[in-house]
């Protein structure tokens, strides 16, 4: 019997060894798989915190795909909703159900359908996000900044700058004094670098096609009723989540995968990857329990940082290994706050339980803090709260560098500063009305584009000269994906395995081309600065 091993079982490497498992069984030909996951948890950043029964969703995953194959299997894993979930039967709201599907009240095994709501705070003022134009944002705008931020967006489309950088590439799309308001200080806070620091191919691909051109387009689309024929518009105004946060996902897929005879293991850091003369790899040497032990195997998908991957790979020449030690990454820290209720508003005409804003996530750009994103975990299901009637839980998200005052800051001291900021911000008046907090980190959460990214076309162009390498994933790849671009790069990995083809180009396509991920001008725009 042939032998995979896996490498993390975030959402690339968990679907990469179930497809495998249940792929070669249908052919009568198993494959033996084993993955290996170096924390406790399934799912990577799209893992789910438990809290004294309160949940925590690390970066807020929203579940949406226009590719059919991705969205049949989530549907696999987790049907929609056949009846009611808590909130909607509490607030009378009306929501798609699925005939036939399990009742999210008495199973647990559920996907829900969501309101995708997100605004920026700005100013003291919200604002739509996706931006838009319609007039409640120029009327939050002003007369003046509306009329400045339009002239200077005629100047952007009469002086195109070289789109040697992500400000400029932002500039040409928006204008200079709307990229100041609402892109240039996100960005340099999300990534630590300011955007004319950064590769402008991260906008390409987050922000494809995207312009107030754009967004006019779309808006006169939905006033005048006419449907684009590339945009079904409830797609982005509703998205799948499950029950219990997306790390549930992730969950069921372990488990489905230990019942097709896969083996996962826990606590297990792999630090070492063998080649033969041949370049092809023949063994992982990993960390387990206080010992180090070897795997040997005939197929090696990894979905680790490249820059882990090379690092611990014998005989590379110097120039990949050069620029994998250089790879950049952005890391994650939250903090959840639990409050009996927050200051801000409802002035929408959502439904909500207790009348909190409507938000899933709110984008902080503020320069008096540091906080980047505030979550509501109550908007994103009723049942990551143990006491939706009485609580709020929030997540107070944090883009870091390892290693850095924030990151060593002990668990009591993040949580002074994230409340005292929640007070400068307004959203609560005093540090004496916080229920409890807790403290979350995530190391390499976001790949960045800048050092030795450049490069990174001559470091995988060496990785795919390992016959029996496939990397796949977000920072498998180094790439920027969102949770289904992912999954395909491992439905990609799978095939070449089961075909046997060494070509391994279609893996490293997934979410290259513009045409790839088709999406409406909100839908863009939301990807532009979205950080799921």
Request: aromatic share 10%; hydrophobic share 35%; with cysteine.
């Amino acid at each position: 019997m042939k032998r995979a091993l896996v490498i993390g079982a975030g959402p690339a490497g968990l679907t990469a060894a179930y497809e495998l498992l249940k792929q070669s069984k249908d052919k009568n030909d198993p494959i033996d798989v084993v993955v290996f996951e170096e924390s406790d948890d399934f799912g990577g950043i799209a893992k789910t915190v438990n809290y004294k029964g309160n949940r925590m969703d690390m970066g807020g995953h929203r579940l949406f795909s226009k590719i059919p194959e991705v969205n049949e299997w989530w549907d696999k894993m987790l049907p929609m909703q056949g009846a009611p979930s808590r909130d909607d039967i509490m607030l009378n709201r009306s929501m798609p159900l699925m005939k036939g599907g399990p009742d999210p009240e008495k199973e647990d095994e559920v996907m829900l359908t969501r309101h995708r709501v997100s605004r920026i705070l700005f100013d003291g003022k919200f604002f739509d996000y996706p931006v838009s134009l319609k007039w409640e944002t120029l009327k939050t705008m002003g007369f003046a900044t509306t009329m400045k931020v339009g002239f200077s967006y005629l100047a952007a489309l009469l002086h195109k700058k070289p789109e040697d950088n992500l400000e400029n590439f932002y500039i040409n799309r928006f204008g200079r004094r709307l990229y100041g308001m609402f892109f240039e200080y996100y960005t340099e806070n999300l990534w630590g670098r300011h955007p004319s620091e950064i590769d402008a191919s991260w906008g390409a691909q987050r922000v494809k096609g995207v312009s107030i051109t754009a967004i006019l387009k779309n808006m006169f689309q939905k006033a005048f009723h006419i449907k684009s024929k590339k945009v079904e518009t409830s797609l982005i105004e509703e998205f799948k989540y499950p029950k219990y946060g997306p790390g549930q996902m992730w969950d069921v897929t372990a488990a489905r995968i230990e019942e097709l005879g896969g083996k996962i293991i826990k606590h297990a850091k792999v630090t070492g990857i063998t080649k033969d003369d041949n370049d092809h790899i023949v063994s992982v040497t990993y960390e387990h329990d206080g010992q180090m032990k070897t795997e040997s195997g005939d197929y090696f998908i990894s979905s680790m940082p490249i820059k882990d991957l090379v690092g611990g790979m014998n005989d590379v020449p110097d120039e990949p290994k050069r620029i994998a030690k250089g790879l950049p990454y952005r890391d994650y820290m939250t903090l959840g706050v639990l409050v009996p209720r927050i200051n801000l508003k409802n002035e929408t005409n959502l439904k909500t339980v207790s009348n909190i804003v409507p938000d899933c996530w709110i984008y902080v750009q503020d320069r008096n803090v540091k906080m980047g994103r505030l979550q509501i975990y109550n908007n994103w299901s009723p049942y990551l709260i143990k006491d939706i009637e009485n609580t709020v839980w929030l997540g107070l998200e944090y883009f870091v560098n390892e290693g850095d005052e924030y990151w060593n800051m002990t668990e009591e001291e993040f949580s002074k500063l994230g409340v005292s900021e929640m007070v400068k911000l307004g959203l609560i008046d005093s540090a004496d009305v916080v229920i409890d907090t807790h403290m979350e980190k995530v190391k390499k959460a976001y790949p960045a584009y800048f050092d030795t990214y450049e490069e990174i076309d001559t470091l995988t162009a060496y990785l795919d000269t390992i016959d029996n390498l496939f990397c796949v994933g977000r920072n498998g790849q180094h790439r920027y994906n969102n949770i289904d671009h992912s999954m395909i790069t491992s439905f990609e990995a799978v095939k070449c395995i089961m075909t046997g083809s060494t070509d391994k180009s279609a893996i490293w396509n997934v979410n290259t081309e513009k045409e790839y991920h088709e999406a409406t001008a909100d839908e863009k725009i939301e990807e532009g600065n979205e950080v799921d």
